[in-house]
T-cell receptor
Framework: AQTVTQSQPEMSVQEAETVTLSCTYD???????LFWYKQPPSRQMILVIR??????QNATENRFSVNFQKAAKSFSLKISDSQLGDAAMYFC????????????FGKGTHLIIQP | ETGVTQTPRHLVMGMTNKKSLKCEQH?????MYWYKQSAKKPLELMFV???????ENNSVPSRFSPECPNSSHLFLHLHTLQPEDSALYLC?????????????FGPGTRLTVL
């Protein structure tokens, strides 16, 4: 079974600053994917970034990047140059071939952007 | 319409009512999912359908009854619910059941059971 843990229920950052959201996971699988999803007040869950476990290079999507530490089972999300539109719930999730269908999610981190 | 749509967006029902949630995907996908999102809990996978066949049922009470008449539509029929069933119900779809396929989510139905 997979578990995903987000230890920060809420984070706050000044606009234009950088913030890092933490996520740890546990899995017995050797091949798996990790994700960060964003859920704004509109509630539509949007994929922000994906990391394939077999890839050593950290994934990057514009202002969003991850720090994937496989041995430590850590997968943090860094948001650079924070913008007001980044305010949302952020969920870390995982999936693997040996697990059940669907995604395993953490409890989420509420990100507040201070203008 | 594009992506994954869900209706209604909000639903209030009594414990003795029967209602249905509808999900439609316009992406040509073959797998669809129901998730439950409760306050302060991780999203929980409820059901998985692949090519209109239910392939996963994660110990969900029988008061929740899914239906997938075709690969584009997914329903969740609700009857005799409990107040603890109040939650956001999210539908998702993916190209197939392959775990590597990205899931696309709808906006959810906010359900309140009185």
């Amino acid at each position: 079974a997979q578990t995903v843990t987000q230890s920060q229920p809420e984070m706050s950052v000044q606009e234009a600053e950088t913030v890092t959201l933490s996520c740890t996971y546990d899995t017995s699988e050797s091949d798996y994917y990790l994700f960060w999803y964003k859920q704004p007040p509109s509630r539509q869950m949007i994929l922000v970034i994906r990391q394939e476990a077999y890839k050593q290079q950290n994934a990057t999507e514009n202002r969003f990047s991850v720090n994937f530490q496989k041995a430590a089972k850590s997968f943090s999300l860094k948001i650079s140059d924070s913008q007001l539109g980044d305010a949302a719930m952020y969920f870390c999730a995982s999936t693997s071939g040996g697990g059940a269908d669907g995604l395993t999610f953490g409890k989420g981190t509420h990100l507040i952007i201070q203008p | 319409e594009t992506g994954v749509t869900q209706t209604p967006r909000h639903l209030v029902m009594g414990m003795t009512n029967k209602k249905s949630l509808k999900c439609e995907q316009h992406l040509g996908h073959n797998a669809m999912y129901w998730y439950k999102q409760s306050a302060k809990k991780p999203l929980e996978l409820m059901f998985v359908y692949s090519l209109e066949e239910r392939v996963e049922n994660n110990s969900v009470p029988s008061r929740f009854s899914p239906e997938c008449p075709n690969s584009s539509h997914l329903f969740l029929h609700l009857h005799t619910l409990q107040p603890e069933d109040s939650a956001l119900y999210l539908c998702a779809s993916s190209q197939s059941r392959r775990w590597t396929d990205e899931q696309f989510f709808g906006p959810g139905t906010r359900l309140t059971v009185l």
